[in-house]
């Protein structure tokens, strides 16, 4: 259960920044091609990582963890405002998440090799 969850959360993520990149993309900025494709590159990589996971994959899960960690920091460091905060929080759970599903990843890649 635990598992489904945080893969459903980090394609909740994903759909997030592919949100961000869209909105970003019709601003009227100068920097709104960096933050869209920034945004569409974090999503793509997200969605990537999720699927690898989903298939019990032990790198996908460090190549998360290594993401949503540099994402709390850059979150944390930045100029922090409620919209930040709302982010932080499934940032936060994500991490938390990935940090406890290892002996869930690792048994599935057991069981695997015993077949």
Avoid: C
Avoid at 28 to 41: K, Q
Avoid at 95 to 110: A, D, E
């Amino acid at each position: 259960m635990k598992f489904r969850f945080l893969i459903i959360l980090m394609y909740l993520i994903t759909l997030f920044w592919v949100v961000f990149a869209i909105v970003w993309l019709f601003r009227d900025s100068d920097y709104r091609y960096f933050y869209a494709v920034t945004g569409f590159g974090y999503a793509v990589v997200m969605a990537i990582l999720a699927y690898y996971l989903n298939k019990r994959q032990r790198w996908a899960r460090w190549g998360a963890l290594i993401m949503s960690a540099i994402n709390i920091i850059l979150t944390i460091t930045d100029q922090v405002g409620w919209f930040d905060l709302a982010y932080l929080v499934p940032s936060v759970v994500l991490f938390v998440l990935l940090l406890t599903i290892r002996s869930h990843i690792q048994s599935k890649i057991l069981s695997k090799k015993e077949l």
